[in-house]
């Protein structure tokens, strides 16, 4: 079905398809069998601009609109989710950066995430802080200039450092990314209030990996946990202000929920595509299985769902290019596009029959890379805690 597009966003659509089908489709079975990520994929999609796609020029952007951006994260994941989630994620990183950061960390922190020479990461979860990322526990530590301990009522102007403590989980693109963004707390007694963000580069002492996650699904992705110890940072790496960085996190995931549900528009069409084309092409009873009238309707709905959540990835993409607020369109769209992905992967494994469900034909892995996405970037549970939250704001008596 077709959206109003302008010639610019047209051209990005079409060359983002290009280059999905050409260099990540063919490997992408592969990389999941052997979780294997390719870094010279992440590489490759930066030569071609897409790290800077959805950027300001004033910023070193190429300045396309986010729906823009939605078109390109459909086509890649379209050919493979697990390399649209590392740069879905590694975006996400960035925005913060764009909107919170100081000129000085724009140039020092952007540039290489711009051009791609490093790989960026999100760190919010925790091992006892998921859906309640406010609940966090990764401690930060003021530090004055000698590395001494600073308490919070201390003059900022004295604080020289911070020094990181604690654990975070299923942290996306880890352990290859070399540009972390960590929330951590000043103090767990304030819930959101305390948490600050601070950018924090791969290689800081006191900061390693843990355990690397196996998974179901996206299997190219890589995910781990990160490890503080004692990891110190200059006072110049927090991001925003002291206490902002819940505010922080969830404004990026506003941004970020609509770029993983262009993903998952992508994936469901991919399935719904393959389908299609394979119940014209199997017989069964003599015709066809296309002859169907019931595997019919099962297509009907395949594309209902695709299309009903492309619409709203489209409206939610074109709030955040109108400066709208995003937390409720972002959360709509995000729980759609994912449960659709869900249903359309999972009607398409039936569709394929036992060929479905055997790995050789590709069609199971795109079931089990649309799961993830219920999960990741809030679940569908939160999104309707936000939706119902919002909703009753608006409606408010009086
Ligand atoms: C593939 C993958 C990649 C990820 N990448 C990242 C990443 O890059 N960075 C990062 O920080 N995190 C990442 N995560 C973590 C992800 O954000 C969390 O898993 C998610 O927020 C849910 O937290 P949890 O797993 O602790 O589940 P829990 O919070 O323990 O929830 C368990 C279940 O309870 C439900 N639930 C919880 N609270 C409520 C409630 N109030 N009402 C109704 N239901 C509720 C949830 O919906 C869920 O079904 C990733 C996860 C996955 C699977």
Known sequence: MSWPLNEEERLLQATAR????????PGAAERDER???????????????LTAAPFPEGVGGAGFSYLG?????EEIARADMASAVTLSVHILSQFPVVTWGTDEQRRRWLGPMLSGERL???ALTEPSAGSDAAALRT???????????????????????????????????APYAEHYLVFATLDPARGPKGITAFLVEAGTPGFRFGRKERKMGIRACPAAELIFEGATVPASNRLGAEGQGYRIALSALGEGRISIAAACVGLARSALEQAAAYVQQRRA???????????????AEMAREVEAARALTRQAAA??????????????????ASDAAMRVTTDAVQLFGASGYAVETGIERLMRDAKGAQIYEGTNQIH???VAEQLLKRTAPG
Do not use: H
Request: charged fraction near 30%; hydrophobic fraction near 45%; avoid cysteine.
């Open 18 to 25: 290009e280059f999905a089908e050409r260099e990540l489709a």
């Open 35 to 49: 979780e294997r990520f390719d870094r010279s994929i992440f590489g490759r999609m930066a030569e071609l601009g």
């Open 69 to 73: 951006w939605t078109l390109v994260m």
């Open 120 to 122: 960026g990461a999100f």
């Open 139 to 173: 401690r930060a530590t003021r530090l004055d200039a000698a590395g001494v301990e600073l308490g919070l009522d201390a003059p900022l102007e004295q604080v020289a450092g911070y020094r990181l403590d604690g654990t975070k989980i299923w942290i996306s693109n």
């Open 285 to 299: 009873f003599g015709r066809p299985l296309s002859e169907q009238q019931g595997l019919r309707f099962m297509l």
């Open 319 to 336: 709030a955040k290019d109108r400066g709208e607020p995003l937390a409720e369109v972002s959360s709509l769209a995000k729980w759609t």
């Open 384 to 386: 309707r805690l936000i």
